[in-house]
């Protein structure tokens, strides 16, 4: 059941949307989950090659001055590899942070993303096709969880609202008998695979 099995939700901040036009991730945030409960945390900010803009600096509320003695992209990313091991990941709008988790994988030679990926953007336009919006903003206040709009945007804060979103979506995949990751890989849009070693669909 997968609503009892251990998987980690995660968010990434970056310098931009692009991670094959040469962005890199600012800060790595993550909650590892077991039957609903948070049972561990990855909190990483990351010092990026070139000095992040002010627009990027407005949105996340990260700054240069923060950035300027933290550890290099490579270190983090090494670092969490070794933190999810291979459980399943969990992020919304997954294909973006994927994008950059690969590029980061390819960039420092760390081999394939093993992970079975869930997107919660996917899942809650399969759960609530008849709404319009999917964002997360939209979302916590649909599942009714506390948030906080001006911490919105820093990764960590991000992927805690995220995996109470996504455990309150499994107590309603459960009443249509999808209980598992192999229940849900028939949904392509909402289980995604990140196994192959190039640049190809990132």
Do not use: C
Request: proline share 3%.
């Amino acid at each position: 059941m997968l609503v009892d099995d251990t998987y980690v939700v995660f968010d990434l901040e970056t310098t931009g949307l692009h991670a094959n036009e040469g962005d890199s991730i600012i800060e790595i945030g993550a909650v590892k989950m077991s039957k609903g409960q948070i049972i561990d945390t990855f909190d990483e900010l990351i010092k990026p090659p070139t000095p992040i803009s002010d627009e990027i600096s407005n949105i996340t509320g990260i700054t240069n001055e923060m950035l300027k003695n933290k550890d290099k992209e490579e270190i983090v990313v090494r670092k969490f590899k070794d933190w999810i091991a291979d459980l399943p990941l969990v992020a919304h709008n997954a294909k973006f942070d994927m994008s950059f988790l690969k590029m980061a994988y390819l960039k420092y030679d760390l081999g394939r993303i093993p992970n079975t990926v869930i997107d919660t953007l996917g899942l809650s336009r399969y759960l609530e096709s008849n709404e319009k919006y999917h964002n997360l903003a939209t979302l916590v206040i649909r599942y009714n969880i506390p948030w906080d709009e001006e911490k919105h945007h820093r990764a960590n804060y991000d992927a805690e609202g995220t995996a109470l979103i996504f455990y309150k979506m499994l107590k309603k995949l459960s009443l249509n008998n999808i209980n598992t990751i192999n229940d849900l890989k028939e949904y392509r849009t909402i289980v995604l695979k990140y196994n192959v070693k190039s640049v190809e669909n990132i």
